[in-house]
């Protein structure tokens, strides 16, 4: 019996890593849980799957969730949530919560020692060389959750570094994929929210139509696998059948495939290395019609060009990049700015940023909150 601890219970992730475990209950015990402010959803979670402990974002929920549950213990804040990344009784920690949040309990994890299944990218682009310095120091095992890293883990198997010539990314492209940039004017948020493929949350669901959330992909697999920008590529392909590609010095190409299905890869995270059976529907590769990849227009998606830069210059660079796109989608979702102004606001913080060596896990915070405060003047300058 595995038991397992599920940071963003409440989120598209958790909720899809809960619906696997229902399914496969002789398998796994969950055994902690941490939310953000959904508690009606987190107290079916509690009274379904009875974990000794949950954590709540906010002090003041802790009293709202103990009148409706009993017998599991309520935490809160930072602290909390890290506490439970941490918990003694698990030995696989889900990390699942979006963004930048979700850096600290993802090391609390790591130096815990934990096995964790990695679906907060945010925690590799912010603190990479931190975060795998950590994992060697105490044993933890990483395991990809993201769609596409996952299929790079399964590809490479137990191939050896040396014998990879390139990693495949590929993406779906969101909503706007084939629109030039005339095509971008005037986008809603209901309209960037519409993912083609994908059921997602919102703030990845817009990381997906400006393909940040590629860039991030990118950053986060040069971090997870130890290679360098040059050996990462990226390519469109609408239909999210394959996940990724690897391709070996002898220049053939492993591909991982199936249908755009997240509980896929949370299966294999989860039983990793054995397979769950039947997790995801089959692909019927005679009624699927053709397959089609093409090289991203970075010229009308400039953040993907964004996000090699940063990992490029290193240090404090991508932190800086990752805090001003959160600013950033948050003031679109806010209707502050345009879906355009994205870009911008990016590009405006990081051209004031100097970038320097990450010396700590404070370092890190401290680009970030500085990045903030930048990201949301230039909002305030655009939304004049």
């Known amino acids: 019996m595995k038991r397992v601890a599920i940071l963003g219970s409440t989120g598209s992730i958790g909720r899809s890593t809960l619906e696997v475990i229902a399914r496969n209950r002789e398998k796994y015990d969950v055994v902690a849980l941490t939310a953000g402010r959904n508690l009606g959803l987190l107290e079916e979670q509690i009274k379904i799957f009875r974990p000794e402990v949950v954590a709540v974002a906010e002090e003041a929920d802790v009293g709202k969730l103990r009148k409706r549950v009993n017998r599991t213990e309520i935490l809160s804040g930072a602290e909390g949530i890290s506490r439970v990344a941490s918990h003694d009784n698990s030995d696989f920690v889900l990390s699942s919560i979006v963004g930048s949040a979700g850096l600290v309990p993802t090391l609390a994890a790591i130096r815990a020692g934990k096995t964790i299944g990695l679906a907060n990218k945010e925690a590799l682009v912010m603190a990479g060389e931190l975060v795998m310095r950590e994992a060697r120091r105490s044993k933890a095992r990483i395991i990809p959750v993201d769609s596409e890293h996952s299929a790079v883990f399964q590809c490479i198997g137990k191939y050896r570094k040396s014998g990879v010539r390139r990693i495949i990314l590929t993406a779906s492209g969101g909503p706007f994929w084939n629109r030039g940039k005339d095509g971008l004017k005037n986008i809603s948020v209901s309209d960037a929210l519409n993912h083609p493929k994908w059921k997602m949350g919102r703030k990845i669901s817009i990381d997906s139509a400006t393909l940040m959330n590629k860039g991030l992909e990118v950053i986060e697999a040069c971090r997870l696998f130890g290679f360098p920008p040059e050996k ?72 993907l060009s964004y996000a090699y830069e940063a990992l490029k210059e290193g240090g404090t660079m991508p932190s800086v990049l990752n805090a001003a796109n959160e600013e950033a989608v948050s003031a679109f979702l806010g209707n502050r700015i345009l879906f355009t102004d994205i870009p911008v606001v990016i590009r405006k913080t990081m051209d004031e940023h100097r970038s320097e060596r990450v010396s700590s896990l404070e370092h890190v915070l401290e680009a970030d909150g500085w990045a903030r405060g930048r990201a949301k003047k230039f909002i305030r300058e655009i939304g004049k």
């Open 232 to 303: 990462v590529d990226v390519l469109i392909h609408p239909q999210s059948i394959v996940h990724s590609l690897v391709e070996f010095t002898d220049r053939s190409l492993l591909a991982q495939m199936s249908v755009p299905d997240m509980r896929g890869p949370i299966s294999y995270a989860l039983a990793y290395p054995e397979r769950i059976a039947d997790s995801i529907p089959g692909l019927e590769l005679d009624v699927m019609g053709s397959l089609t990849f093409q090289q991203p227009d970075m010229g009308t998606f400039p953040c």
